[in-house]
């Protein structure tokens, strides 16, 4: 099936460049997109984080130990995301 919509340009650059940096073409990101959308409609979030819980729960990992593991990653990607800012 086919479907047509009407994006802004400034949207289609972004989707150009998110496309390209992930190595698929436009269409393919954006049925990936619209999929990926989908597939967590309606889920609650507790319901998407299970299988994250189960794995912590099994690693033997500490409270402390995820804190610790999340607080690392959101400063990655903050400092990742203000790598791209200024390029």
């Known amino acids: 099936m086919t479907i047509t919509i009407n994006l802004p340009s400034a949207t289609i650059e972004k989707l150009k460049i998110q496309a390209a ?3 698929k073409d436009v269409d393919t990101f954006v049925r990936e997109a619209v999929e990926a ?4 409609a309606g ?3 507790r319901d998407i984080m299970e ?3 189960k794995e912590v729960a099994a ?3 500490s409270e402390d130990d995820v804190d ?3 607080d690392e990653a959101v400063a990655d990607a ?3 995301r203000n790598a ?3 390029q």
Not at 37 to 40: C, D, M
């Open 21 to 23: 940096a992930s190595g």
């Open 37 to 40: 959308k989908l597939a967590v």
């Open 59 to 61: 690693s033997g990992m």
């Open 43 to 45: 889920r609650s979030f």
């Open 78 to 80: 903050r400092a990742t």
């Open 51 to 53: 299988p994250v819980h």
């Open 68 to 70: 610790t593991l999340v």
């Open 84 to 86: 791209s800012r200024k």
